[in-house]
Nanobody
Framework: QVQLVESGGGLVQAGGSLRLSCAAS????????MGWYRQAPGKEREMVAG???????AYEDSVKSRFTISRVTGKNTIYLQMNILEPEDTAVYYC????????????????WGQGTQVTVSS
C-alpha cells in the first residue's frame, strides 16, 4: 500500500511563499506521476500542478507563473514552491500519485495524501 506524507502547509500573508513536500512510501511503488490538488471550502477539488517521471509538468492556469513543481530524481518525492501567494490560494492541498501508461500528466491518480492546510491572509 502506498502512503503519501505531505508537509509544509501553514499560514502566510499575501505575497509570501511556502513550500510543500510530499514523499511516497510503501512496497512495490507503482508510481510514475505525482502532483498536487487543492480544495477550498465550498469548492470542488482542482488540480494545481503535476509532474511525471519523464519530467513533464502541468499547471493550473492561475498558478502557472507563481508555483513551481519539482521532483527528487530517483525518489518518489516532490515539492511545490508557492510564491506570491494570494488569499484565493487558501485551501487544503492534497498530494496525488499513481501510474498510467501516458508520460504526460493525466491525473487524478489512485493514491491520495491526507492533505495540508494552506491559509493566505490578506
Amino acid at each position: 500500500q502506498v502512503q503519501l506524507v505531505e508537509s509544509g502547509g501553514g499560514l502566510v500573508q499575501a505575497g509570501g511563499s511556502l513550500r510543500l513536500s510530499c514523499a511516497a512510501s510503501g512496497s512495490s511503488l507503482p508510481i510514475n506521476a505525482m502532483g498536487w490538488y487543492r480544495q477550498a471550502p465550498g469548492k470542488e477539488r482542482e488540480m494545481v500542478a503535476g509532474i511525471t517521471s519523464a519530467g513533464i509538468t502541468a499547471y493550473e492556469d492561475s498558478v502557472k507563473s507563481r508555483f513551481t513543481i519539482s521532483r527528487v530524481t530517483g525518489k518518489n518525492t516532490i515539492y511545490l514552491q508557492m510564491n506570491i501567494l494570494e488569499p484565493e490560494d487558501t485551501a487544503v492541498y492534497y498530494c496525488n500519485a499513481g501510474w498510467r501508461m501516458s508520460t504526460s500528466w493525466s491525473g487524478p491518480y489512485r493514491y491520495w495524501g491526507q492533505g495540508t492546510q494552506v491559509t493566505v491572509s490578506s
